[in-house]
């Protein structure tokens, strides 16, 4: 469901090393799945997707892991920048939901020079 | 993505005033989703339109708050007679067609502040 009212988990990492980001979900009915990322004073950005077909799915630097079986999502980052500094949130979708995104609580990740 | 414009970025409001957000999606699409998000919080549905209907809004408080997706123009958050509870900041994203599998594009949110 959704997670209001709670202050934002951190992930703090170095340069150059590899983040992962986990995420867990509340719908077993859910079969869509997005990663966003948020920069300070900007809206979600579209990262990387996965349907409930699959378990991985790989992008550039990105990866999705999908574990249904205990309704979990990750999202690994390798060789994280600087850039990548940001408020990264996980988000469901379901026909019972109504075809509405549903977002996690996000995590904040801190990319250490 | 640069394709969903808000407007405006900022939007001051005194206690009792009325505040309108706009929503221009990207070009082609026709579904419209608002969201609402807190400092240091996630993002919270409030309302899912599409050309001239309203699919959802069980995310929208009953009083005060109304959305409207008009065929031809933006999308209309309007919040009336604001309070300091009602300050966040308010996302809009669209999609191309109805249904899960669909991918949503963000703009870049209205910064409300009610003094």
């Known amino acids: 469901g959704e997670n209001v009212g709670l202050h934002l988990p951190t992930l703090s990492v170095q340069e150059g090393d590899n983040s992962i980001i986990n995420c867990a979900y509340s719908?077993?009915?859910?079969?869509?799945f997005i990663w966003y990322k948020q920069e300070s004073g900007k809206g979600p950005q579209f990262i990387i997707d996965i349907r409930s077909n699959m378990d991985k799915r790989q992008g550039q630097r990105v990866t999705v892991l999908l574990n249904k079986t205990v309704k979990h999502l990750s999202l690994q980052i390798a060789a994280t920048q600087p850039g990548d500094s940001a408020v990264y949130f996980c988000a469901e979708n379901s026909m019972e939901y109504g075809n509405k995104l549903v977002f996690g609580a996000g995590t904040i990740l801190r990319v250490k020079s | 993505n640069a394709g969903v414009m808000q407007n405006p970025r900022h939007l001051v409001r005194r206690r009792g005033q009325e505040a309108r957000l706009r929503c221009s999606p990207v070009?082609?699409?026709?579904?419209v989703y608002w969201y609402r998000q807190l400092p240091e919080e996630g993002l919270k549905f409030m309302v899912y339109?599409?050309?001239?209907?309203?699919?959802?809004e069980s995310g929208m408080p009953k009083e005060r708050f109304s959305a409207e997706f008009p065929k031809e123009g933006p999308s209309i958050l309007r919040i009336q007679q604001v309070v300091r509870g009602d300050s966040a900041a308010y996302f809009c994203a669209s999609s191309n067609k109805r249904g899960s599998n669909t991918e949503a594009f963000f703009g870049q949110g209205t910064r409300l502040t009610v003094v």
């Open positions: 339109l599409q050309k001239e209907n309203i699919i959802d």
């Open positions: 719908n077993s009915a859910s079969d869509y």
């Open positions: 070009k082609g699409h026709s579904h």
